[in-house]
């Protein structure tokens, strides 16, 4: 199936842990995106690369660290999780390019305890 | 700040009503408005997108209004289903990184 995939689905651990959600896409897009998902379901941007080059990232701390291996890659490492980072991440893709459809993987819940 | 504001928060209809949610931008540089439908537990989907250059644009059951003078621009939905209930995101981009800008979200309940 053609699509932006996530893993885990769900991620539940310890404050202060290390975790990576990961994410694939196959749909030959050159950008991807990480978004937060939060309790009020407001979304908001994160991350974006294109071609592996960081070209969005917003006021986010520094204990969120995207890495792009690859065009097709975008994987979202967090360090020392706080209860605040508990949410839903979603990645997403689209083409190059302004006004480009962005399609969204299914999520990653993040539960911080 | 909000950079969009959508409204309303929750909106509850019966089958084959007409559903109407609103969203207001600030950013006059924005040039791509689209709006995403979420089901619970998936990600957002696109439904349908306008340009601030068309009044209007229709695609199937879903209807685009802008008000470029206004800075609005609203999502109809003719004759609902049950199967439309979601949450609805109006959103607003511009330039080439094609970063969304999100409204608050409209939960809708069609009753049937």
């Not at chain 1, 310890?14 to 196959?26: F, L, R, W």
């Not at chain 2, 950013?27 to 250059?53: E, M, S, V």
Request: aromatic content about 12%; some cysteine; overall charge positive.
């Amino acid at each position: 199936d053609t699509a932006v995939s996530q893993t885990p689905k769900y991620l539940v651990t310890q404050m202060g842990n290390d975790k990576s959600i990961k994410c694939e896409q196959n749909l030959g897009h050159d950008t991807m995106y990480w978004y937060k998902q939060d309790s009020k379901k407001f979304l908001k941007i994160m991350f974006s690369y294109n071609n592996k080059e960081l070209i969005i990232n917003e006021t986010v701390p520094n204990r969120f660290s995207p890495k792009s291996p690859d065009k097709a890659h975008l994987n979202l490492h967090i360090n020392s999780l706080e209860l605040g980072d508990s949410a839903v991440y979603f990645c997403a893709s689209s083409p190059t390019g302004q006004g480009r459809t962005q399609y969204f993987g299914p999520g990653t819940r993040l539960l911080v305890l | 700040q909000q950079q969009v504001k959508q409204s309303p928060q929750s909106l509850i209809v019966q089958k084959g009503g007409i559903p109407i949610i609103n969203c207001a931008y600030e950013n006059t540089a924005f040039d791509y408005f689209p709006w995403y439908q979420q089901f619970p537990g998936k990600g957002p989907a696109l439904l349908i997108a306008i340009r601030p250059d068309v009044s209007e644009k229709k695609e199937g059951r879903f209807t685009i209004s802008f008000n470029k003078s206004a800075k609005q621009f609203s999502l109809h939905i003719m004759d609902s289903q049950p199967g439309d209930s979601a949450t609805y995101f109006c959103a607003a981009s511009r330039g080439a990184t094609n970063k969304l800008i999100f409204g608050t979200g409209t939960l809708l309940a069609v009753q049937p």
